[in-house]
């Protein structure tokens, strides 16, 4: 499905991948960066209570020792009564100065706890102070009891009053190494907590490393299927027809823009294989044409040579042949054996005398130079006369004529000429029919040309005769008669008239069919021409 979509979404889709790979890296480095980040925070914010309770634990055991020293020499005076009082007092101001020490020192770990918690620490292991805040309220409780008992000036002097604040100070002693205690218990903790969490991170580091070197392999061979390989195979194929492979074709089934590329350069090649093709049949066309041209020249300019020449000897011929025949038959009976055999020699010179006559006519008019009279003529009428004409000649009698059209079709032609295209046509198709044959005339309009198609179904053509109906001299007719100049002659007709005359045959057997086609007169188009009824088919016959 995914490769059937459009370039512009594959490239999204992929896009898309690498962003959230991006993003998943980038969110996991920076959920472990702030994990370090506020586990140091919250050890730098906590590791500064230590001095801080270790200097109030320092100052409740200096006080320890004022109290240890008073009770000492309560109980071995090793003075009189006015020295010991002296030393109790200088005792007892110093117990006040280390008492004060105490307060000092106790309220700045105060100071300390009651700066707060971070807010990033709030929920980490180590955040919590409500231990020390109550262990905060028995010193306090203590050191108030210990403010009580020292109100009494005498309590140095009475070993009861000592034991009494030596307890609350011992309390106090316990109390202060308790603070740190607290903390320490926090950090025990939060090693196993760190070394949980230390292996999650690691796992989801190790997952995420993996699904993004899958993510980047998938990533990759997206981009070869879809971008880099259908690329190479353009490429390739471009080379190809470039370097003059015309028949390749380039092969993509990836759906997208690519095979649309594809598929418009092989349109393109095809386009240009058809029209190096048409291009290719039109320069072999022309050439024969030209060819055709040269030949028909060629005898334009011989017959234009000797026509005139021949035809003078030629009438002589036909005079004199005609006039031995009258005198032989004045000189001879009709029952005499020779009459008959000379009058037979002499009507057989006469005929070949016009047949070679109306040949050396058929030359000259390759000689013609100068464009004949035109008129605007309706073919369907014309096709009509010769139709009737060659009916009634009985040399085509038992062999049908067919004209088939029911337009009115008009062409700026020579009448004269094409009449003599026409029976041309018909003729060559009515001799190469068997009897009970048919000869089919059609005339239709093709945007601005008119078309006369003429189809036999008669011998038929092969390849080669094809190759060379149109030019002079070349014959192929059933019965052997004929110069081999009628097509050729008819051909150039047309040429003249700026139409075309095209040969069709499937081969021997198979019949043939001519396509003459003629511009249009003006003002005449496909569109909105008057139409009449399709003459009936009729046979050729004899007079």
């Not at 308790?178 to 907590?193: F, I, N, V």
């Not at 380039?250 to 350069?265: G, P, T």
């Not at 700026?498 to 040969?503: H, L, P, R």
């Amino acid at each position: 499905m995914l490769s059937k979509w459009p370039i512009r979404y594959k490239l999204a889709f992929c896009v898309t991948l690498l962003v959230i790979l991006v993003l998943t890296l980038s969110v996991s480095s920076i959920a472990g960066l702030s994990a370090y980040r506020r586990l140091v925070k919250g050890l730098s914010s906590r590791s500064a209570e230590l001095p801080l309770a270790a200097e109030f634990a320092q100052h409740v055991s200096d006080l320890r020792v004022t109290i240890r020293g008073v009770r000492t020499r309560l109980q071995f005076p090793a003075v009189d009564e006015g020295e010991l009082s002296l030393a109790n007092q200088l005792a007892r101001e110093e117990f006040l100065h280390k008492l004060e020490d105490v307060d000092d020192s106790l309220g700045r770990y105060r100071h300390q706890l009651d700066g707060g918690v971070d807010p990033e620490l709030a929920n980490t292991r180590i955040a919590g102070n409500e231990a020390e805040r109550a262990t905060l309220v028995k010193i306090e409780q203590a050191l108030e009891r210990i403010r009580e008992a020292n109100l009494q000036q005498a309590w140095m002097f009475d070993e009861e009053g000592i034991e009494n604040i030596n307890a609350e100070v011992e309390t106090l002693n316990v109390l202060a190494t308790e603070l740190p205690s607290h903390l320490q218990d926090r950090m025990s903790k939060l090693a196993s907590s760190v070394r949980v969490q230390y292996h999650t991170a690691v796992t989801v580091a190790s997952i995420s490393a993996a699904a993004s070197t899958v993510t980047l392999l998938v990533l990759f061979w997206l981009f070869y299927l879809w971008i880099f390989r259908p690329l190479r195979i353009l490429i390739r194929g471009s080379r190809m027809v470039a370097a003059g492979r015309f028949r390749h074709r380039i092969k993509l089934d990836s759906h997208d823009e690519m095979a649309e590329l594809a598929a418009a350069m092989n349109a393109m090649t095809d386009r240009f294989c058809k029209i190096r093709d048409d291009l290719d049949s039109q320069v072999r066309e022309r050439t024969k044409q030209v060819v055709r041209s040269e030949q028909l020249a060629s005898v334009g300019y011989l017959a234009a040579g000797v026509a005139h020449e021949i035809n003078n000897p030629l009438a002589s011929i036909a005079i004199c042949a005609e006039s031995l025949q009258i005198r032989v038959g004045e000189m001879l009976t009709a029952d005499n054996e020779q009459h008959q055999v000379i009058a037979n020699y002499l009507k057989m010179i006469q005929s070949e005398a016009f047949r070679c006559k109306e040949i050396t006519e058929q030359l000259l008019d390759f000689a013609r130079t100068g464009e004949a009279r035109r008129d605007r003529t309706e073919l369907r009428e014309l096709v009509q006369g010769v139709i009737e004409m060659v009916g009634h000649m009985g040399r085509y009698q038992g062999k049908n004529l067919e004209l088939v059209t029911d337009e009115l079709v008009c062409c700026q032609i020579n009448p004269r000429e094409i009449k003599q295209v026409v029976l041309n046509l018909i003729t060559n198709g009515l001799d190469s029919l068997d009897p009970n044959g048919t000869v089919s005339i059609e005339i239709v309009k093709r945007e601005n040309r008119a078309e006369m198609i003429f189809t036999d179904n008669g011998c038929g053509m092969s390849a080669e005769i094809r190759e060379h109906v149109f030019e002079p001299f070349f014959t192929r007719r059933r019965n052997g008669d004929g110069t081999g100049l009628g097509l050729a002659i008819s051909h150039n007709i047309i040429a003249d008239h700026q139409g075309t005359m095209v040969a069709y045959s499937e081969g021997v057997g198979k019949g043939s069919q001519f396509k003459v086609t003629l511009p249009l007169a003006r003002g005449q188009s496909s569109i909105g021409s008057s139409r009449k009824p399709t003459p009936a088919s009729r046979p050729a016959h004899a007079a």
